[in-house]
């Protein structure tokens, strides 16, 4: 089926449409999805299912660079259709002046606000940037982890932990002190400051946890729990 979806690029011939560009400031916030190729050096703890040679993934790569930038072209979409590495669908904040960025992603500096990146060889593959808006939050949180969950020394089950998350979220949605109850059952490093995570740009958290806070109202808490490789969430933004 993937390779079936990866070839709708080759028959699509669309009609460029550039999109309007705002110049804006640094960091850099990016989306980018990835074509893996042969040849590659990959980590053996990423499952990869290799469909091209090198000539091959650019051809797609480039075709997929006309779709993305179509007047209202859906980079997200084309992220969960075609790329090799769908769950990373944005890259953390760059900042130019880091002296440890790789020299391959130097190219999104020069995007505006909006602009799509023509392939870019990199060591995971060709990667498609496009720039976003750089938008911040300052959440807390409430992390309930269980045996299993990345860093956790807890011993509950996952069942018993989401059990006890719900319990949190109807006392955080019950408007009892969200700090209270983040020092009181949190299992994360927060817990002591009140699960208050600090501000911080889209780009810098777990895909679905971030995307829950910037779907959240500045003082409200969330009504969903967010599962990520830490444990169950119960988010709070702040602002």
Do not use: W
Request: hydrophobic share 40%; aromatic share 10%; glycine share 6%.
């Amino acid at each position: 089926l993937q390779q079936e979806l990866k070839a709708v690029a080759y028959e699509a011939l669309p009609q460029i449409h550039f999109l309007n560009a705002q110049n804006s400031s640094r960091p850099c916030p990016q989306t980018a999805f990835c074509l893996y190729f042969a040849g590659l050096m990959l980590p053996p703890m990423i499952p990869v299912l290799i469909y091209y040679d090198k000539a091959g993934a650019l051809d797609v790569s480039k075709k997929l660079v006309q779709l993305a930038r179509q007047k209202n072209g859906d980079f997200r979409d084309l992220i969960q259709k075609f790329s090799d590495l769908p769950q990373q669908t944005t890259v953390p904040v760059l900042k130019k002046s880091d002296p440890q960025l790789p020299a391959f992603l130097h190219t999104a500096f020069r995007l505006k606000e909006g602009q799509v990146s023509d392939p870019i060889d990199s060591p995971m593959g060709y990667l498609l940037f496009k720039r976003i808006p750089l938008e911040y939050a300052n959440a807390s949180h409430i992390l309930i982890s269980y045996q299993g969950a990345v860093g956790s020394k807890q011993k509950r089950t996952k069942d018993e932990a989401m059990e006890r998350a719900r319990q949190v979220l109807k006392d955080a949605l019950a408007k009892k002190d969200f700090a209270e109850l983040a020092k009181t059952y949190s299992d994360g490093p927060t817990a002591p400051n009140g699960g208050q995570l600090g501000k911080f740009a889209r780009g810098m958290m777990v895909p679905s946890f971030e995307d829950e806070v910037f779907r959240t109202k500045p003082g409200d808490v969330s009504s969903t729990i967010v599962e990520t490789p830490f444990g169950y969430h119960i988010i709070k933004r702040e602002e």
